[in-house]
């Protein structure tokens, strides 16, 4: 069993990861942080303590995390999760509270008690992970094993040409989390533009009898109507978040390569850009796994025994 903590700013499919890692034995989620990206950062804390509650896990602590990016303003995503940030379903409101401390220290109380490593997952901004590794180096070289994260693309970008939302937001935390030296697994655009789910397999989710499945069918439909603008070409909605999950459930369902990855955060054009050196040839160390391929039929399938599982 794999504890991790998911540190995010739900968001569609952030709460989609969320959901898969409590329904899954092969994972213990252990501690939410939250992130300001998607939404506000109160709304994505309320988030995660609506979707926890409506998991009926009040158990797992809950923290907030930074209010602002390190460097940039704070820009958010309303056309593409609602303002809410989880726009779609009604969720319960939350059942319990977030703990008293912040993120990063959540973070630490977590790793110190933890007798074995953990996995931290990044599924929005990194500005909570960048504080931590900056706060406790330490500590996380000991009890961090690895960095899964959703973010940044090889020649792709969804918020700007090649710029992906999450780097986007806060583009000097990828590049201090990235060149810290932890190993890194990157969930890139190349891998969750494969992720997509389509509104028969939405329809096939709102088959399942369990207030899970039934809140998802809600989330998703909303979430799949932004990603139906023809520019994208896409059938369905490309499930980014959830691939952290998938690959630690099983990662045979990926394929990538060891690479450098960097972040760029002084270009014109390109601030946020993750510059990934698939021919190597910086002679940068190796410091990520670049996931490149899912096997999107078996993806789904995870997706909707997850959901399957509350009944
Ligand atoms: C990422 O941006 C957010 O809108 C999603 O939750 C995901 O983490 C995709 O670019
Ligand atoms: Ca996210």
Partial sequence: VKKIILDCDPGHDDALAMTLAVANPAIDLVAVTTSA?????????????????LLKRPDIPVAAGAQVPLVKPLETAPEVHGETGLDGADLPEPGFLPQSLPAIELMARVLQ????????VVTGPMTNAALFLRTYPDLAREKIDQIVFM???????????SVEFNIFVDPEAAKIVLNFGLP???????VTHQAQI???????????????????VGLLNFFERYHEDPKWGFVGAPLHDPCTIAWLINPALFDGVDVNVDVETTGELTRG?????????????????LLLKVDRAGFISLVKESLASFG
């Fill in 198 to 216: 389509t509104k028969p397999e939405i329809n096939e989710i709102a088959q399942l009898d369990n207030p899970v499945a039934q809140a998802f």
């Fill in 113 to 120: 008690e933890s007798t074995e490593k953990v996995t931290l």
């Fill in 184 to 190: 890194l697994v990157m969930v890139p655009l190349n």
């Fill in 37 to 53: 990206g998607n939404q506000t950062p109160d709304k994505t804390l309320n988030n995660a303590l609506r979707m926890l509650t």
């Fill in 151 to 161: 973010g940044g693309a090889m020649g792709l970008g969804n918020w700007q040409p």
């Fill in 273 to 289: 850009e993750t510059v990934c050196d698939y021919y190597h040839l910086t002679g940068k160390p190796v410091n990520t796994k």
